[in-house]
Each structure stands twice: as structure tokens, then as C-alpha cells.
Nanobody, 127 residues
């Protein structure tokens, strides 16, 4: 059974930074791509970023390009999301997720391609 546990959320002023972490259980972490999603109140869950199994390939939604960086440490079974120059519109619950077996790279923006989710961590950006 795969367990994902996010941490690092909090309250920050606009322009500030946070680094989210996602600790994964199990021995298959390094075999899978991973993704970050977020969900603001009253809105659907949206894709933020994805990373392939070895960190050599990443993809971001347009609104976070140049501000957020996804990375991973396979030796520590941990996924990261470095968030800089945060804006009030970044306020949301952030989730890490692992895709289902067989999911292809181009589909990883779709939350339905993910089989495992963490419980989420709240990020609040004040103006």
C-alpha cells in the first residue's frame, strides 16, 4: 500500500516562499512519475506540476512557470515543490499524487490518471 504524506504548508505573505514535501512509503517511489495538484475553495482540483521517475523531465501549469520548482530525492522517497514569489491566487490545499501504473507522461495533468493521493497541506498567501 502506498502512503503519501505532505508537509510544509502554512501562511505566507505575497512574494514569500514555501517548500512543500511529500514523503512516500514503499519501495516503488523511484519507479513512478509524481505530480502536485491544488484545490482552492469552490474550485476543482487543478494540476500544478509533474516530474518523471528520475527527475530528468518536469512540466508545469502556465500560472506557476518560473516561480515553482518540482524535484525529487529517490534515496529519501521524497517529492518537493519549491514555491517562490507566491501570490494570493496560489492559496489552496496542495496534494501530491502518484499515477496509476501505465499512465503516460502526456496524461499526467489529468487527476483521474492518479491512483494515490496524500491528505493535502494548506497554503495560504496573504496580500
Amino acid at each position: 500500500q502506498v502512503q503519501l504524506v505532505e508537509s510544509g504548508g502554512g501562511l505566507v505573505q505575497a512574494g514569500g516562499s514555501l517548500r512543500l514535501s511529500c514523503a512516500a512509503s514503499g519501495r516503488t517511489f523511484s519507479s513512478y512519475a509524481m505530480g502536485w495538484f491544488r484545490q482552492a475553495p469552490g474550485k476543482e482540483r487543478e494540476f500544478v506540476a509533474s516530474i518523471n521517475w528520475n527527475g530528468g523531465r518536469t512540466y508545469y501549469t502556465d500560472s506557476v512557470k518560473g516561480r515553482f520548482t518540482i524535484s525529487r530525492d529517490n534515496a529519501k522517497n521524497t517529492l518537493y515543490l519549491q514555491m517562490n514569489n507566491l501570490k494570493p491566487e496560489d492559496t489552496a490545499v496542495y496534494y501530491c499524487a502518484r499515477p496509476r501504473g501505465g499512465a503516460i507522461w502526456s496524461d499526467l495533468t489529468n487527476p483521474h490518471e492518479y491512483a494515490y493521493w496524500g491528505q493535502g497541506t494548506q497554503v495560504t498567501v496573504s496580500s
